[in-house]
């Protein structure tokens, strides 16, 4: 654990250590008051009572006390702004690192989960880190520090209730351990609620067609059991140790307050020393068991915080150089790659796509043809060969610079909560207003904008939910010209579209992909006829390649698709 805070305390080591400078002084300030109490009460059983000194102890404890409540405000505020500062520093570390890791780990891992670390996992470092350190460095200190006018009064009472210690460490062990078990499966449960309930909301439809809703849908309804377990587990199974080392101290100091009794019998203990033990012996134990109750939860705190580490832990795609290419012309040279190990999806890939030219990937479904342009944008980085662009390997290129050179357009189009105007400048953040209207024009977005209550400042909702499949098409082919980049990866873009709206697609991609390197996915064949090469992919590998008219008389697997869709042409539903 103490690992794991001090990863956090590296982001801002100066706040930290003015931090800890001001809880000594606070714990300073709580505990010296204490000195001065024990001196009051010597004076009080001295042969002649010294009314002023009585008086002075009174006054200074006043002084203690006012600087305490000073130094308590700048404690309360300096530990609640280190700490929002250090959690935002964690987010916007793992913000810049989630987006500099591959596109693999977002297919590997649970992208409910990864949402869960950036929010939930920070959020309970901040609200137990805020409440629970400074509670604990103020224990920790005024501990030592009545310990000491404790030993100075007594050794030997002080060594009985200090013997209390490590039986109270032994429970805050058995706490820990099991607080680690519980906590882990809790934070799983927890998870577990996010990833059912994104799943429930997402196919809301389908569950409501299938009468599903409710507790009738299953994983939900197991997920929120399963949590409510976790959460009982997690307070109940611990808490008996808590208690139970709560108990060992309260039946210490009942075995000092007798063995001090003993010694004031017999003598051997002076009056002022057995008060000072029944005052301030019991106020040794009061910090004690803030440690009991926050050590614990820190505990279950440095399951979120080893979440949170483990995420900025991930290995980071090659950062590269920011190094650019000369050109734009795209090679793939005897590459292979695998999202999974052994489940090879491209096997020993080699083409060249000339700058300013056409080439378009077809073959059945699960071929790779996707899988080409996430590695010519460098979502992923393939585990054989090289894939170039201008001669330069993307893998010695910073992903940002790749990024730079790439638009891409595809099926699934994704919209961010805001107005199609902001939408489309999200390809070029310094566009003026003239160029965003422009490439708005160019991709016949304006056709359907200003019938929308606002135009072009209408909301397009979350994901884009206000707006059609080919409006939500339209406006990602205006990014792309906004952006200008000189390569341009179409996959799919009207694979689903009504004819109206294809019709406005194509020629909004037709003003797109003018003097531009293009690489094209697409099912139907007809829309590529005039490609300067077609890339034919079967299982992973290079079937064939050529242009429209080479590949239909080769009469090949090209040939064959072609003919089935040529079938489908006709294709129509027959009553019973």
Not at 557 to 574: A, D, P, S, T, V
């Amino acid at each position: 654990m103490i690992k794991n805070i001090f990863f956090v305390f590296k982001t801002a080591p100066a706040m930290v250590r003015k931090n800890i400078l001001l809880e000594l002084l606070h714990s300073l300030f709580i505990a010296v008051p204490t000195g001065f109490l024990l001196l009051i009460v010597q004076e009080l059983f001295s042969a002649e009572i010294n009314q002023g000194r009585l008086w002075t102890y009174i006054w200074i404890m006043l002084v203690l006390l006012l600087l305490q409540l000073f130094v308590s405000v700048k404690t309360i505020v300096g530990t609640n702004t280190m700490t929002y500062t250090l959690s935002t520093n964690l987010r916007i570390r793992l913000g810049n690192h989630l987006q500099r890791l591959s596109m693999g780990t977002f297919k590997q891992r649970d992208p409910g989960d990864l949402a869960s670390v950036v929010l939930q996992d920070v959020a309970n470092f901040e609200m137990i880190f805020g409440h629970t350190i400074g509670n604990m460095a103020a224990a920790f200190f005024a501990t030592v520090i009545i310990s000491v006018f404790l030993f100075l009064t007594d050794w030997r009472l002080a060594l009985v209730l200090l013997a209390a210690l490590p039986l109270c460490w032994l429970m805050i062990r058995i706490s820990n351990y099991l607080i680690v078990q519980e906590g882990g499966k809790h934070v799983e449960a927890r998870n577990a609620i996010g990833a059912r309930f994104l799943e429930y909301v997402q196919g809301i439809r389908h569950i409501k067609s299938f009468g599903m809703t409710g507790v009738r849908f299953g994983s939900l309804d197991k997920a929120l059991n399963d949590f409510r377990k976790a959460s009982i587990r997690t307070e109940a199974i611990p808490g008996p140790f808590v208690l139970t080392g709560g108990l060992v101290l309260e039946l210490f100091f009942l075995l000092m307050l007798g063995i001090a009794v003993t010694f004031f019998a017999h003598g051997s203990l002076a009056a002022p020393a057995l008060i000072t033990f029944l005052i301030i012996g019991y106020r040794l134990y009061e910090p004690l068991k803030i440690v009991l109750v926050d050590y614990v939860v820190l505990r279950y705190m440095n399951i979120s915080l080893s979440r949170v580490i483990e995420v900025l832990q991930i290995p980071e795609q090659s950062a590269g150089t920011k190094r650019r290419p000369d050109g734009y012309e795209i090679s793939f040279e005897d590459v292979s790659f695998a999202y999974q190990e052994g489940k090879e999806v491209l096997r020993q890939v080699s083409f060249r796509v000339e700058e300013n030219s056409m080439m378009a990937l077809v073959g059945p479904s699960g071929s790779g043809k996707t899988t080409v342009t996430a590695l010519i944008a460098r979502f992923w980085d393939s585990q054989k060969g090289t894939v170039k662009i201008g001669g330069v390997d993307v893998k010695d290129m910073e992903p940002g610079e790749v990024y730079k050179l790439i638009s891409e357009v595809f099926q699934d189009v994704y919209l961010f909560d805001d107005s199609i105007y902001n939408n489309i400048r999200f390809g070029k953040m310094d566009a003026t207003e003239e160029e965003v209207i422009r490439a708005a024009d160019l991709a016949q977005v304006l056709d359907f904008a200003w019938e929308l209550p606002g135009g072009l400042q209408a909301r397009t909702g979350e994901g884009g939910n206000q707006l059609s499949g080919g409006q939500k098409q339209r406006i990602s082919i205006a990014r792309a010209l906004l952006k200008d980049a000189p390569i341009v990866l179409l996959d799919e873009a009207t694979a689903s579209l009504d004819p109206e709206n294809e019709i406005h697609i194509q020629k909004a991609i037709q003003e797109l992909v003018k003097n531009k390197t293009v690489i094209v996915v697409a099912h139907k064949l007809a829309t590529i006829r005039n490609a300067d090469q077609i890339l034919v992919l079967k299982e992973g590998a290079l079937a064939e390649q050529g242009t429209h008219l080479h590949l239909m008389e080769k009469q090949g697997l090209y040939h064959h698709l072609w003919g089935i869709q040529q079938q489908l042409g006709g294709w129509k539903i027959k009553k019973a």
